[in-house]
Nanobody, 118 residues
Framework: QVQLVESGGGLVQPGGSLRLSCAAS????????MGWYRQAPGKERELVAV??????NTADSVKGRFTISRDNAKNTVYLQMNSLKPADTAVYYC?????????????WGEGTLVTVSP
């Protein structure tokens, strides 16, 4: 099994910054990809950003404001969020895809709430 521990959410004013972290631990051979999704009230979960060994993808809605990065030694993914807007208010979920027993498995974190409000 794989455990994901998320941290960094909270309340911030518009224009402010937050950094989310997600650390993966447990039994796996390697990590294929790590990413962040978010779900705002009344909306579907959407991709924010994903990072693989050789590429990253970032949603157009956050491009230029959010940066995803990864510390392979710590099996941790970060999401640096700058110039936050009220529209960024959501529960942010970490998603990790690992290789184990010759198969790929996806795991979700429990989510961390980000609230952008004056």
């Amino acid at each position: 099994q794989v455990q994901l521990v998320e941290s960094g959410g909270g309340l911030v004013q518009p224009g402010g910054s937050l950094r989310l972290s997600c650390a993966a631990s447990g039994s796996f051979f390697s990590i294929n990809a790590m990413g962040w999704y978010r779900q705002a009230p009344g909306k579907e979960r959407e991709l924010v950003a994903v990072i693989r060994s050789d590429s990253t993808n970032t949603a157009d809605s956050v491009k230029g404001r959010f940066t995803i990065s990864r510390d392979n030694a710590k099996n941790t993914v970060y999401l640096q969020m700058n110039s936050l807007k009220p529209a960024d208010t959501a529960v942010y979920y970490c998603d990790v895809n690992v290789r184990r027993d010759r198969s790929d498995f996806a795991y979700w974190g429990e989510g961390t709430l980000v609230t952008v409000s004056p």
